[in-house]
Nanobody, 122 residues
Framework: QVQLVESGGGLVQAGGSLRLSCAASGRTYAAAWFRQDPGKEREFVAG????????YYSDSVKGRFTISRDNADNTVALQMNNLRPEDTAVYYC??????????????????WGQGTQVTVSS
């Protein structure tokens, strides 16, 4: 069982930046960030392989967000630049079980954090 704890959310003006961090209680495999607005499905944002050599991004964040990881510290980060009001959501960190390549499908992920709120004002 892996426990994930997100941090770094908050309120920021459009055009600003935030850095989210996800701390895992143990070794993780491929990881990803998802986000969810109330009443909407959980949306894939970015994913990263275990070695960090493969990254995936949704079209809506490509070029603005960067996912990274530090396996020595069991952390996964999401640097978010040039934030827009439509980026407002609860952001979740997730990891796969025994799989090194990330998936864009939320249902594939075995472990989830509790989420951190990101609010971007216009």
């Amino acid at each position: 069982q892996v426990q994930l704890v997100e941090s770094g959310g908050g309120l920021v003006q459009a055009g600003g930046s935030l850095r989210l961090s996800c701390a895992a209680s143990g070794r993780t495999y491929a990881a990803a960030w998802f986000r969810q607005d109330p009443g909407k499905e959980r949306e894939f944002v970015a994913g990263i392989s275990w070695r960090g050599t493969i990254t995936y991004y949704s079209d809506s964040v490509k070029g603005r967000f960067t996912i990274s990881r530090d396996n020595a510290d069991n952390t996964v980060a999401l640097q978010m630049n040039n934030l827009r009001p439509e980026d407002t959501a609860v952001y979740y960190c997730a990891t796969l079980y025994a799989e090194n390549i990330p998936s864009r499908v939320a249902h594939d992920y075995a472990y989830w954090g509790q989420g951190t709120q990101v609010t971007v004002s216009s």
